[in-house]
């Protein structure tokens, strides 16, 4: 495993960040879900060897990232914050960045890399004039100069356009396949699922699910989610003729709405299209009430308190 971390603790006073992280990571994309607190930067940090655990362990190619100097030629980090130097070109910071890490012709490196990220055209333009995707794409630039073994990408997706998004998503995806382990932190499901086949779900610092990302979606199978469906007047009839369905676990009605928690959202979408022609009524939407990332912590964070 490229990655290793064991029993790790990390707090800031009262704050606890993050508490018994346990998990490992090998060659490929693995995204490190969770919501806007959970701890995903603290972790970054930690593999980073930015910071030390308060307990626990973590290994980055087998050695400590905070000890160990010499491994921050194999590890690439894209961080948060912009991370570079604003008085800087882009080009000036790379082959910075490039030299420090032992690369041999930092220049060439540096050249190469913001030509990956789509930056030739603006390399000699200062950091500090830079859009934050044009940043976004500079960090990234600066993390691969130096061929790493291992990158660690936090949040890298923010202030990109979907183009953007997707080159940077296939740039990421290349190395992987080139053979580099990359951990990628997201707090949207939709970016994560995009990108890595495998997930580390965070909530409150706790992990509470990992593995394969189909196989995260499987455990959620059982999740009941509300649908509301909105009808052109009366809703009544529709909710009666959707109580009888099996996937229906609840059925609310309210004025040309009815919300149904179900177990299987896809075939209530079939059933409400034959009720309401049965039923006659008309319908104006069919929209998800929770299928959002909050609400998909709440259920996995549950489902830990359970098993614990």
């Known amino acids: 495993m490229s990655i290793v971390v064991e029993g790790v603790s990390r707090t800031f006073g009262d704050t606890v960040a993050v508490s018994q992280v346990s998990f490992r990571v090998g060659p490929g994309i693995t995204g490190l879900l969770g919501h806007n607190g959970a701890g995903k930067s603290t972790l970054l940090s930690l593999l980073a060897g930015y910071a ?4 626990g362990t973590v290994r980055v190619l087998d050695a400590d990232p905070h000890r160990d100097i010499a491994i921050h030629s194999r590890l690439g980090v894209v961080p948060d914050g ?27 490196a540096a050249a190469a890399a913001l030509a990956e990220v789509g930056l030739t ?21 600066q993390a691969l100069a130096h061929d ?25 995806r290349r190395r992987a ?16 699922e995009r990108m890595a086949p495998q997930v580390v779900v965070l909530v409150n610092g706790r992990v509470v699910a990992e593995g394969e990302t189909v196989g ?17 007047g009366d809703a009544r009839p529709l909710a009666a ?5 099996p996937a ?56 830990a308190r359970g098993a614990q």
């Open 148 to 172: 790493p073994a291992v990158l660690l990408l936090d949040e890298p997706l923010n202030g990109l356009d979907p183009a953007q998004r997707r080159h940077m998503i296939d740039v990421v």
């Open 241 to 245: 003729a959707l109580t009888a369905d």
């Open 52 to 55: 030390r655990p308060d307990e």
């Open 82 to 108: 912009m991370g570079l130097w604003p008085q800087l070109t882009a080009r000036e910071a790379v082959v910075a960045l490039a030299r420090m890490r032992g690369v041999a012709d930092p220049h060439a």
């Open 248 to 303: 229906t676990r609840e059925v609310r009605v309210g004025d040309g709405t009815v919300e149904v928690d179900t177990s299987d959202p896809e075939a209530l979408g079939r059933t409400v299209a034959r009720a309401a022609s049965a039923a006659g009524t008309t319908l104006r939407a069919i929209e998800p009430v929770d299928d959002d990332l909050e609400s998909l912590y709440a259920y996995l964070t549950a489902r």
């Open 177 to 192: 396949a080139a053979g580099c382990t990359v951990l990628v932190s997201s707090h949207v499901l939709h970016e994560v």
């Open 216 to 232: 995260i979606k499987a455990l959620l199978r059982d999740r009941p989610q509300t649908v509301r469906v909105r009808t052109a």
């Open 121 to 141: 055209e603006a390399a000699d333009r200062r950091l500090g004039q830079f859009s934050k995707g044009m940043g976004q794409r500079a960090k990234l630039a």
